[in-house]
């Protein structure tokens, strides 16, 4: 398999993207792409010269500014002013994953030729993917509404040769990595720093780094469900295909689907049961567990659709032979999505947090905090209040973003999407819902060891043996934080392959 993407050759998948982070393929364009993009700069650059009419962010200001007409001969110096005046982000540095994926997404949107750039400006993006030179970028300032201003002006400075970037584990002006790759700062042309700031790519990287966790982490959430199940002795009929199918939800009937494959084989879930009933945070798991399912797969349709737009402004129809001041780069799709999303990845912490209270209640034969000698020990009474700080910490994470606007540029743009906080809360809440996830692995771990020598399913066995080679059973009260720490890295590392 080529260790190459060519960018433009067709549809962005999150396949495609997770194989170019992986595997640190190398980018380049394909000669469609480039075909595109030289056609489309040809266009706007014989529109320019015979057109008298304003065009919008080519011969004109911008935003509020629109009504300012640009002569002819500043038009270069426009756009390198928009990229520097723009560069407002601030706050706390994007992650190099981040940055490389909003450098892949604006080459993608850029090589769909409707943009108006060069073809060395977006050559250049890729020399800077392919090379590793990663662009300061901070995650606070965006407004989600004339794209992701602020913080894609931070990502394409050093293309000018201003700014600064991360090169070889070093934060360096972005001029003297320039000089040391032998590259010229970019020229740009009429159109170039509105193509480069306008745009959801911010936006949409947090986004797909989300939605890939979120896959892995509702494969997670079921599989230690299961556990706590059976640490909880609980039934197995809430789970049974004929009761899905009369609600028929997809993600609900996947949910059941999955339990009763990680329970196949299972002594704990066969043996006769005393009670006739679990609680819901047990009982309604397939609903619950299944409504996010539905919810991850509704945002990543969303976001497959926006990572494969032309989302920055005026937008430029060769074919049409028009140039048309939209609102494309309007984050409101991806805000609202990622509100959805937050709502739907923090009710899996919330009811992972109920049943490990219901595991150390002391219930079902199992000792009261779950440690033997409860008293002298505290054993996991201190592990729920840190998953239910972080709950309850998640549902104010939860507050739509969606659902604020400011007004900016003195009123030209009066409805913004603040898609950038929904998508930046998003990742808190995906975060805090790791460490929940671990720590109702330790009480599910810790249940099913007091229920020996009965056995659980063979697949879940062979994960609790894989899991306790690292995390042993708690005898005696232990230091908790450095467990659940290493209980997060066992489960950042191990394969969900049920």
């Not at 050759?9 to 993009?37: H, M, V």
């Not at 913080?151 to 394409?156: D, E, G, I, Q, R």
């Not at 000698?373 to 910490?393: K, W």
């Amino acid at each position: 398999m080529s260790n190459v993407y060519q960018v433009g050759s067709g549809s962005l998948t999150f396949e495609i993207i997770e194989r170019i982070i992986n595997e640190n393929l190398k980018l380049e364009l394909a000669p469609q792409a480039k075909e595109r993009i030289e056609r489309c700069r040809n266009y706007l650059d014989k529109k320019i010269a015979e057109s008298d009419a304003p065009l919008y962010g080519i011969t004109t200001g911008f935003g509020s500014l629109c009504n300012k007409n640009i002569s002819l001969s500043e038009l270069g110096t426009l756009q390198e002013n928009l990229i520097k005046s723009h560069a407002c982000s601030v706050g706390e540095e994007i992650s190099p994953v981040i940055i490389k994926l909003m450098m892949l997404f604006k080459a993608h949107a850029l090589s769909l030729g409707h943009s108006g750039v060069q073809l060395v400006t977006v050559q250049r993006i890729l020399d800077f993917f392919n090379n590793d030179v990663m662009p300061i970028v901070y995650d606070r300032g965006s407004l989600g509404a004339s794209g992701d201003l602020a913080p894609l002006a931070n990502l394409f400075l050093p293309l000018i040769g201003v700014g600064d970037v991360c090169y070889k584990g070093k934060k360096r002006e972005a001029i003297s990595v320039l000089d040391e790759f032998g590259w010229e700062p970019v020229k740009l042309k009429s159109k170039e720093g509105l193509a480069l700031l306008n745009g959801t790519q911010f936006m949409s990287a947090n986004g797909v780094f989300a939605i890939l966790k979120a896959f892995r982490l509702s494969k997670k959430a079921d599989l230690i469900a299961a556990l706590s199940l059976e640490a909880f002795d609980g039934r197995i009929e809430p789970f049974m295909d004929c009761i899905q199918q009369i609600r028929p939800h997809k993600g609900q009937i996947e949910t059941g689907e999955a339990f009763r494959k990680l329970l196949d084989g299972s002594e704990i879930i066969a043996h006769p049961k005393a009670h006739v009933q679990d609680p819901y945070s047990f009982r309604c798991i397939p609903q619950v567990h299944g409504a996010t399912k539905d919810a991850i797969r509704y945002v990543a349709s969303v976001l497959l659709t926006e990572i494969n737009s032309v989302t920055d402004n005026p937008t430029i129809f060769p074919d049409e032979d028009r140039i048309i001041s939209g609102g494309n780069f309007h984050g409101q799709p991806l805000a609202i999505s990622y509100d959805f999303l937050a709502i739907a990845l923090a009710e899996l912490g919330n009811i992972s947090e109920r049943r490990v209270a219901q595991l150390i209640m002391g219930l079902r034969g199992l000792p009261e905090f779950l440690v033997a000698n409860p008293g002298l020990n505290s054993g996991f009474m201190i592990p729920q209040y840190t998953a239910a700080s972080m709950v309850s910490q998640n549902k104010m994470y939860c507050y739509a973003a969606s659902s604020d606007s400011i007004v900016s540029s003195n009123g030209q743009e009066d409805h913004v999407s603040m898609g950038a906080n929904a998508a930046t809360k998003l990742y808190k809440v995906m975060n805090n819902l790791e460490f929940i996830l671990a720590i109702e692995l330790m009480n599910a771990a810790q249940g099913i060891d007091f229920r020996r020598p009965e056995k659980t399913s063979p697949f879940l066995e062979r994960f609790l043996k894989d899991y306790r080679k690292e995390v042993p059973f708690v005898d005696e009260d232990i230091v908790m934080y450095k467990e659940i720490h290493k209980t997060v890295a066992f489960l950042n590392r191990i394969k969900m392959d049920y």
